[in-house]
């Protein structure tokens, strides 16, 4: 079955096991907004996406919504992923590219946005954002993880006083290490492990960790949801659920791959959106900050990259945008190559890779895990077991893949003469898009160390206080060195 059809039959199924809100309703009060992520969570793993984790409060949640098979987000890793999202601005542009980072002076967030419309914003749960003054919510959250009782106080405070909200809950599951939720509900021997894994016993035993960790988090948005039914206020709320970049294992989160890109993207919002349906528009999550401030009455300012989603949530289009687009930067994150920068492009049906180094090594956390350790062990018997891995650490210069036929992007027809023309096309529309977003390639990926440190290891502090550093603070920066 084509990934298309899978991803549609998948939804439509859970979509069927449980009944939808009523359609219809016109709330005259400007709408709420909550935004639920996960963190490092595979989509095609969520049930509703045809996964093997128990999620059944998502899925009942995607019965009341439209879920969005083709969301993508421009960055693999968590810190560019969050600052995209709340920023409406591509990761380069704003500055926040590579982990651990923050964005450019100047730079506004969603918050700067929603209040002057008479918003209260919050952000609960993780954070990897910075400097303070760019992201001036009203921050709540306990080790990392959305504090329910911070959530409950905060929206009965806007309920009591006529406010309107958006809360974004963040968790910081299924991120590793795997030691929440029941994993012996699931099964090691009986899992089914993605094509591009290699099948061994430490990596099933993890695997059974990851997914009750997915369970977990679902638990989570059962919580939040049940946040708006206390107050009342659910027939007024554009609800959003995310499960962010891929999850840790091999091929996934710190990839420009799809495992490492594709989110789940689920919204509600009743008597606006129509549930129980299905989109495959191509959607980005630099498209939220937009839509929130349009969905508010307001109109998106220029200077955002993303484009408001509200034609598609509300049925007047169908299609969104022509190309998605992705980058990574190993430079400055855990155990990661020194400078092995990619940029992606993806249409409908290609992908195509630029690795500005494949003579380097593709080096991350993941090398170092027991996962991958296993891997090694068994590619030194075993053929199948040994590309993987040689394939996961030595990238050719150039990728391209058939995402319709090759969901897995295991057959690189970059080098096929019948798809040059395919190939030539994608790469100048992508060149196209890292000069307008200030990308240097080699360069950016050089200079990624500039946008580290101010950020890093520092909580933003509530808003409003008045001693919060300004950005651009710490050492001086030294001047980047000409690329090897």
């Known amino acids: 079955?084509?990934?298309?059809?899978?991803?549609?039959?998948?939804?439509?199924?859970?979509?069927?096991?449980?009944?939808?809100?009523?359609?219809?309703?016109?709330?005259?009060?400007?709408?709420?907004?909550?935004?639920?992520?996960?963190d490092d969570c595979t989509f095609r793993d969520i049930g509703c996406y045809g996964g093997q984790a128990h999620t059944p409060n998502i899925d009942k949640f995607a019965a009341e919504a439209m879920l969005f098979t083709d969301c993508f987000q421009a960055a693999p890793m968590c810190s560019p992923t969050?600052?995209?999202?709340?920023?409406?601005?591509?990761?380069v542009k704003s500055g926040a590219y590579p982990n651990h980072t923050h964005v450019k002076p100047g730079v506004k967030s969603i918050v700067h946005y929603l209040k002057p419309l008479g918003y209260r914003v919050a952000l609960n749960g993780k954070r990897h954002i910075g400097p303070?003054?760019?992201?001036?919510?009203?921050?709540?959250?306990?080790?990392?993880?959305?504090?329910?009782?911070?959530?409950?106080?905060?929206?009965?405070?806007?309920?009591?006083?006529?406010?309107?909200?958006?809360?974004?809950?963040?968790?910081?599951?299924?991120?590793?290490?795997?030691?929440?939720?029941?994993?012996s509900r699931y099964d090691a021997a009986k899992l089914k492990l993605p094509p591009y894994f290699v099948d061994t016993e430490v990596t099933r035993e993890n695997m059974t960790r990851y997914l009750a960790e997915i369970t977990y988090y679902d638990g989570q948005v059962g919580e939040s949801l049940a946040l708006l039914d206390k107050y009342k206020v659910a027939d007024n709320t554009l609800v959003i659920v995310v499960s962010e970049q891929g999850s840790s294992f091999p091929f996934g989160k710190w990839t420009c791959y799809d495992t490492g890109l594709q989110s789940a993207f689920i919204a509600r919002w009743p008597g606006k959106i129509k549930p129980q349906t299905v989109s495959n528009a191509l959607i980005e999550y630099v498209d939220v900050t937009p839509t929130y401030i349009e969905a508010a009455g307001g109109a998106p300012a220029a200077e955002l990259d993303g484009k408001s989603l509200l034609p598609v949530l509300l049925g007047k289009k169908k299609e969104h945008k022509e190309y998605v687009f992705g980058e990574m930067t190993t430079r400055g994150i855990i155990n990661g190559s020194e400078h092995f920068g990619i940029r992606s492009i993806r249409s409908r049906r290609f992908k195509y890779i630029w690795?500005?180094?494949?003579?380097?090594?593709?080096?991350?956390?993941?090398?170092?895990?027991?996962?991958?350790?296993?891997?090694?062990?068994?590619?030194?018997?075993?053929?199948?077991?040994?590309?993987?891995?040689?394939?996961?650490?030595?990238?050719?210069?150039?990728?391209?893949?058939?995402?319709?036929?090759?969901?897995?992007?295991?057959?690189?027809?970059?080098?096929?003469?019948?798809?040059a023309e395919v190939k030539a096309q994608l790469k100048k529309r992508l060149v196209q898009w890292m000069e307008a977003m200030g990308d240097k390639d080699r360069q950016t990926e050089l200079e990624a160390k500039d946008h580290q440190g101010a950020s890093r290891n520092k909580k933003p502090k509530p808003a409003g206080n008045k001693e919060a550093k300004k950005p651009g603070g710490g050492k001086a920066r030294k001047k980047a060195k000409k690329f090897p």
């Open 1 to 38: 079955m084509k990934r298309r059809e899978f991803l549609k039959a998948a939804a439509m199924s859970a979509l069927a096991c449980t009944s939808g809100i009523s359609f219809g309703a016109k709330p005259s009060k400007k709408p709420n907004f909550m935004f639920i992520i996960a």
């Open 82 to 91: 969050r600052h995209n999202i709340y920023t409406g601005i591509y990761p």
């Open 132 to 183: 303070a003054e760019a992201f001036p919510f009203e921050y709540g959250g306990k080790k990392n993880n959305p504090d329910m009782a911070f959530a409950d106080k905060f929206i009965g405070e806007c309920v009591e006083s006529d406010t309107p909200f958006c809360i974004f809950q963040c968790s910081n599951e299924p991120h590793s290490p795997w030691n929440k939720g029941d994993a």
């Open 355 to 419: 690795n500005f180094t494949p003579e380097i090594k593709f080096r991350n956390a993941c090398v170092n895990s027991s996962v991958f350790k296993s891997w090694q062990a068994k590619a030194a018997n075993n053929a199948d077991a040994a590309e993987k891995v040689r394939r996961y650490q030595e990238r050719p210069g150039e990728e391209l893949y058939d995402v319709t036929k090759d969901p897995y992007e295991w057959n690189n027809l970059a080098d096929d003469p019948g798809y």
